[in-house]
């Protein structure tokens, strides 16, 4: 699976059960956000080597498809043994790989197994339907419909950097155990967590061809995924623009998009400032903010915006900061250009009147936790997504206001509400354009199980184990016509 040149880790691409160099021989360097020096290589693969792929797959689904809904399941059940075996290892890699720390990779590997078992129980437990034709006005007694879920053959799982184990499992997981295959693309920089990942599913003995692993450059392998005739549903997890434009190419391939964010925290004058405070930073700052779902803006009423910003500056100035491997809170982004995206709203901000209260320094790739106050509609951090350890804050002098600024955003992903008053609070998640609305904690992903939706610029389709499935199958109909 790997070969060591030079004393740097080559990883191999997998297609068809097998480890493989690609004809292409040419490699993508992977460099760690946090030790600045390279931690590997993974293939470039070349557009033919897509084609074997995806031919492989196709051959494999076939079989696959046919096989019970148990016998699929004993499969995905020894994955999510292998990857508790592997979790030591495959959290190292997430660590160098990402910059995030020991114990939140080493969690996400565990949650992973768990969502892989928790997608099987769920599929054995989803049942088709029957309808006879009498229950409708003038139906016919003779005919009785029969209603199954069939896979849609060739699923191609796109997953981002930020969650390269846990996001991508939550595309193959359900694609398989719905009897399709997958094509499994990485971000680039995850890429070994996400072959790490699939080196647990071939321990698993998966039948081969059913899940292979391609890397390579966007501009070569990407559009020509997107819009190869052998791929039948697209899941993807990344930038809204990047999305955008995967769904113009697409056509007509079924789609699931999972987007940016703006999260809003919206503070009520009566909320606990402490107890939202809390959830507020834990929301802005863990993995220094490089989450879809991070509170990235707080919409806080003016009577209560002092006592919260001196408390937030308080916590904030306490939270760690530096090396994954001292188990920091606030880690280096991903990538320089990530950093100098960040500094750029940062100083955006700053030029056009905001009062940076703590941070506002920078270190390479390494963002210190920024807290920015009387933040305005003007200043592009009030409206982009920074995917960085910066928190705005917006005073407003009513909850109108806030629901106003909230929905104004061309994202719609979740929303926070902070206030004592329960029925103040679904007031206004009933006004949020979002897809979620959390009442007193954190934006965040929340239990697998749970519907995760992105409205307007972040996303298309639903997430959630159980609607994963359904939305990697369809419906199909076999009437049955009884003789009078």
């Known amino acids: 699976m790997t070969t060591e040149v030079l004393n740097l880790l080559t990883y191999e691409f997998y297609a068809n059960g097998e480890w493989k160099e690609s004809k292409s021989g040419e490699t993508i360097e992977i460099r760690s956000p946090y030790l600045n020096e390279p931690i590997g290589k993974v293939q470039s693969i070349s557009q033919e080597e897509v084609d074997e792929a995806i031919h492989f797959a196709q051959a494999a689904q076939k079989g696959w498809a046919e096989n019970s809904l148990q016998d699929r399941a004993n499969y995905l059940y020894r994955w999510a043994d292998e990857l508790v075996n592997m979790q030591d290892e495959i959290a190292e890699i997430i660590m160098k790989e990402v910059g995030k720390s020991l114990k939140d990779a080493r969690n996400e590997v565990l949650r992973t197994s768990d969502f892989i078992r928790y997608t099987v129980e769920e599929a054995l437990h989803m049942h088709g339907e029957s309808m006879k034709g009498d229950s409708f006005p003038g139906g016919s007694k003779s005919k009785i419909a029969i209603i199954e879920r069939v896979p849609l053959g060739v699923v191609l799982a796109i997953s981002p950097f930020n969650y390269p184990v846990n996001l991508s499992a939550a595309k193959i997981a359900p694609a398989l155990i719905s009897g399709n295959a997958v094509i499994f693309k990485p971000a680039t920089q995850g890429a070994i967590s996400g072959i790490k990942m699939i080196e647990a599913l071939h321990k698993a003995g998966l039948p081969k061809g059913l899940v292979n692993i391609i890397t390579g450059r966007g501009s070569v392998i990407g559009d020509y995924l997107v819009e190869h005739k052998g791929i039948n549903m697209i899941s993807f997890t990344g930038g809204t623009n990047t999305g955008v434009r995967l769904a113009k190419k697409a056509a007509m391939i079924p789609l699931v998009l999972e987007l940016g964010g703006k999260d809003p925290g919206i503070v009520r004058e009566d909320a606990d400032l402490k107890e939202a405070a809390k959830h507020i930073i834990s929301g802005a700052f863990s993995y220094s903010g490089q989450r879809c779902t991070a509170i990235k803006r707080v919409l806080v009423h003016e009577k209560a915006a002092d006592e919260l910003v001196d408390i937030l500056k308080e916590e904030i100035e ?112 009933d006004k949020i354009e979002t897809g979620s609305v959390q009442i007193n904690g954190r934006t965040e992903r929340g239990p697998d199980h749970f519907p995760f939706i992105g409205v307007k610029g972040s996303g298309l389709g639903v997430q959630g184990i159980r609607k994963s499935i359904e939305s990697m199958t369809r419906e199909k109909v076999t009437v049955l016509n009884i003789a009078d």
């Open 318 to 429: 306490k939270l760690s900061v530096g090396s994954p491997e001292d188990g920091c809170t606030v880690v280096p982004l991903i990538d320089g250009g990530s950093a100098d995206f960040v500094q750029g709203l940062i100083d955006d901000a700053i030029e056009k009147g905001a009062i940076p209260l703590t941070g506002n320094r920078r270190d390479r790739n390494l963002i210190y936790p920024t807290l920015l106050d009387h933040v305005t509609e003007d200043m592009r951090v009030a409206w982009e997504e920074p995917f960085g350890p910066v928190l705005p804050v917006i005073r407003v002098s009513s909850d109108e206001e806030a629901v106003k600024f909230a929905n104004e955003s061309e994202f719609g992903l979740q929303a926070s509400v902070f206030t004592k008053d329960i029925n103040k609070a679904f007031a206004i998640a």
